[in-house]
């Protein structure tokens, strides 16, 4: 939650509430999620952040994927942020999520190649649960004019 903490309090505490005031809620949450994905393309393509660099469609998909990842958790992130008022659950949330897909792959390794698919949160099979839930939020914001 500590290394995580620094990323909450600059996207959900600082940019994010920016964005919103700028683009609307569910378009700033949109937009800062795609910033916040593209943020981790340079060390992802370079030393192979999240998925390495022997996965299916490297250097490609994994930055994709990881961009769509980064805005479904933002919207989910953010709508916590707004919902308790506190950095510490986002803050709480982000790190259990790095926590969990490191500890995924330590266990089974052998499935190295296939991260960019899933199990773990990062992976598209992984974060089904993930979309659903921000789609859900997102429907619940009423339109912005």
Known sequence: MISAL???VG???AMYPYLKDKF??????????SLWGLWHFPIMILAGYNYGT????????G?????????VIGI???YIYDK???????????????????FAYLIK????????????FIGIIGMIPSIILSIMITKKIPKEV
């Open 6 to 8: 620094g990323e909450e």
């Open 11 to 13: 996207w959900r505490g």
């Open 24 to 33: 609307g809620v569910n378009k700033g949450r949109i937009v800062g999620g």
């Open 54 to 61: 022997d996965y299916i469609g490297y250097p490609i998909l």
């Open 63 to 71: 930055p994709i994927i990881f961009c769509l990842f980064c805005t």
């Open 76 to 78: 989910i992130l953010d």
């Open 84 to 102: 308790s008022k506190s950095i510490w659950l986002p803050a709480l949330m982000h790190g259990a999520i790095n926590a969990f897909t490191i």
């Open 109 to 120: 390794p052998e499935y190295k190649q296939l991260i960019v698919l899933g199990p773990a």
